[in-house]
């Protein structure tokens, strides 16, 4: 093993840390990772001193704490402090980002056929509007995004460029760095979302060139639900319109007027879960300590793992494609409902999410999908708990059906 690797009394460790690896196989990572006990317990702690010291006042007790978040945010992106504004989750920062640009009739958006749900009503929303014009670039033969084609489709009204970075419903990572290459040559806003890949893979907002990112917590981070964050570049802030002010957002206010904060928090607004944050702040640290580049590694020797047993299964078809693939696994089996392939597999004890043609509408249409079994793997998982997942799938399969007789040409 190479010292970059974890070794198995890591894993051994992270999984005695994670109480949920002893009751389920997880593999719906994707739709929200077990988190760690620590982070468990960050939320709880928090909660018994709110419950008996009061809100404001146990939160005056941990401000330093609570400001440190975003600290620790923008280590993880390689973005400064004010450059980060705490949300519910991924949706909500992609909804403050693209509707808080100024369209106007005519202006073109430009994305990806791996566009979630959320962000294509958004694309929808904004030509019922706005009146803007949507262009798609479809991927490749190969399933890989077309970067010659996004180039061919820049025009004069195009006014913004928006990626998801892992789709929801696949296992391709798209090329965000290239693209904010062409968006920079190109000076058009860039907006990212990373719901599905922080926590999993290595991101750098300065080496993508994005000018927005949006994030969940609860999936690859390993954070609470109803955590997320969303990345603003300082030098794109004051080109984005806030939806809502309110006494956080502010830097002052008098009866005729107000002067929004110098930062990325005039996006916020005052009332969240101060538990929750502080719970989000742990489960970033524990992927600093860990390493994002060691967690990549072990994420995708896992599902590359999963990906070459499962297509050994007669009847399982899986259908990641493109050249870079994370721990994202999608797949469906011949003669069974998506939806009975998860019932069953729950059953015994094994998590996976299904993914339908409305998370992910222009790529399930594109490639005929309706309803598929998708399986996300994280780092504390293990090759036991794949070839446990492979046999208990290979064992629920229906049987391929009987060939016919053969008869010869002559009838004899």
């Known amino acids: 093993m190479q010292p970059h690797e974890m070794q198995p009394h890591e894993i051994g460790t992270l999984r005695a840390a994670t109480r949920g690896t002893s009751e389920f196989i997880h593999f ?3 739709g929200s990772s077990l988190p760690a006990d620590n982070t468990v317990d960050t939320v709880i702690r928090y909660l ?3 419950a008996i010291n009061g809100g404001y006042e146990t939160e005056a007790r941990y401000a330093a704490g609570l400001d440190h978040v975003y600290a620790l945010i923008a280590r993880l992106i390689n973005a400064r402090p004010d450059e980060i504004a705490l949300v519910e989750n991924a949706s909500t920062g992609w909804l403050l980002a693209f509707n808080g640009i100024d369209f106007q009739p005519g ?3 430009i994305t990806s056929e791996m566009e979630y749900v959320t962000n294509h009503l958004g694309f929808l929303n904004g030509k019922r509007s706005h009146d803007i014009r949507l262009t798609v670039i479809p991927n490749d033969a190969e399933g890989n995004f077309d ?3 996004l180039e061919k489709a820049i025009n004069p009204k195009t006014r913004l460029i928006a990626i998801t970075h892992v789709p929801s419903a696949a296992g391709n990572i798209l090329p965000i ?3 904010g290459q062409i968006a920079r040559r190109h000076d058009i806003l860039y907006l990212v979302d990373a719901c599905q890949s922080v926590g999993q893979l290595a991101l750098d907002v300065e080496g993508i060139g994005c000018d927005m ?3 969940t917590g609860r999936k690859y981070l390993r954070a609470p639900r109803g955590t997320g964050f969303v990345y603003i570049r300082k030098t794109a802030q004051d080109k984005l319109r806030p939806l809502f002010f309110d006494g956080h957002s502010v830097a002052s206010v008098s009866e005729n007027g107000f002067m929004a904060l110098d930062s990325a928090r005039r996006f916020e607004l005052y009332e969240k879960s101060r538990a929750l944050t502080l719970g989000l702040g742990a489960a970033v640290q524990q992927a600093l300590d860990l390493g994002l580049d060691r967690i990549e590694k072990r994420i995708v020797y896992l599902a590359a793992s999963l990906r070459n047993k499962l297509a050994a299964i007669p009847g399982a078809t899986v259908h990641d494609k493109g050249k870079h693939l994370c721990g994202i696994v999608t797949f469906s089996v011949a003669g069974m409902e998506a939806v009975k392939v998860k019932a069953t597999l729950q059953e015994k004890k094994i998590n996976v999410s299904i993914s339908r043609t409305a998370s992910t509408p222009v790529y399930m249409n594109q490639h005929h999908l309706d ?3 998708r399986a ?3 780092y504390y998982n293990t090759d036991q708990e794949i070839d446990t997942f492979c046999a208990t799938l290979a064992a629920i399969c229906p049987a391929p059906a009987a060939a016919g007789p053969s008869f010869s040409a002559s009838g004899s």
Do not use: F
């Open 371 to 373: 309803v598929i079994v």
């Open 376 to 378: 996300s793997v994280h």
């Open 177 to 179: 760095k290239e693209i």
């Open 213 to 215: 990112l949006a994030v």
């Open 28 to 30: 719906n990572n994707a």
């Open 48 to 50: 018994q001193e709110e």
């Open 147 to 149: 970067l010659q084609a």
């Open 107 to 109: 202006d073109e958006v």
